[in-house]
């Protein structure tokens, strides 16, 4: 059987000397660099976060918001369903009876705990009632303390669906 013998890479003198490795990779980022400076448009970064992306699909999974009915209360029947399917157990909903005739529970808190969610969107795809949703387009989020982090009720209502900067998306 003929065995064919493949040179060991890296042998040569020139290839322990490293240097013309070197240039041609120099030469690659200068070409680059060069094409760049005379088309700024070519330019694939972006200055972050004076300009802000344009590209975020609808599809995108950002921060939560909890949806409202006309009358700005909220939809959610407090079944427990995202928190059941939540694999981060990032979900606390404590319920209480509901008497406006919309349904039998409400939230009386809810909140999300966003260090340890991970975005999966599992409690969207859980909740029977169209009432948690991913679609803010918030997608940086900064804070000082841990509680920051943990949104409750009030402010899952008050985030709105992005409009700013969501393209359409022909899968979306
Ligand atoms: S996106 Fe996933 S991890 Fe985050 S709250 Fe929903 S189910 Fe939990
Ligand atoms: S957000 Fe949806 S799944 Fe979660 S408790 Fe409310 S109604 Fe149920």
């Known amino acids: 059987m003929g065995i064919k013998i493949v ?3 890296g042998q040569s003198l020139k290839d322990k000397l490293y240097l013309p490795a070197i240039f041609g990779g120099m030469k690659t ?3 680059h660099f060069s094409k760049n400076l005379r088309n700024m448009d070519n330019v694939k970064t972006m200055q972050y976060p004076e300009v802000q992306p344009d590209d975020i699909t609808s599809r995108y ?5 909890l949806t409202k009915w006309e009358d700005e ?12 399917a939540c694999p981060a157990d990032c979900i606390f909903i404590e319920a209480q009876e509901r008497f406006d ?3 039998e529970k409400r939230p009386k808190e809810f909140k999300i705990d966003l260090l340890e969610c991970v975005y999966c969107s599992y409690c969207v795809q859980a909740c029977p009632c169209d009432a948690i949703r991913m679609d ?3 997608f940086s989020l900064t804070g000082s303390s841990r509680e920051e982090f943990v949104l409750d009720k009030k402010q899952l ?4 669906q992005s409009k700013g900067f969501l393209k359409d998306d022909k899968h979306g």
Do not use: D, L, Q
């Open 136 to 138: 803010t387009g918030i």
């Open 29 to 31: 980022t200068f070409s």
């Open 101 to 103: 005739g919309k349904a």
């Open 7 to 9: 040179p060991r890479h």
């Open 61 to 65: 999974r950002g921060v939560h918001r």
């Open 157 to 160: 209502m008050a985030n709105e």
């Open 73 to 84: 209360s909220e939809k959610c029947v407090a079944c427990y369903m995202c928190a059941t």
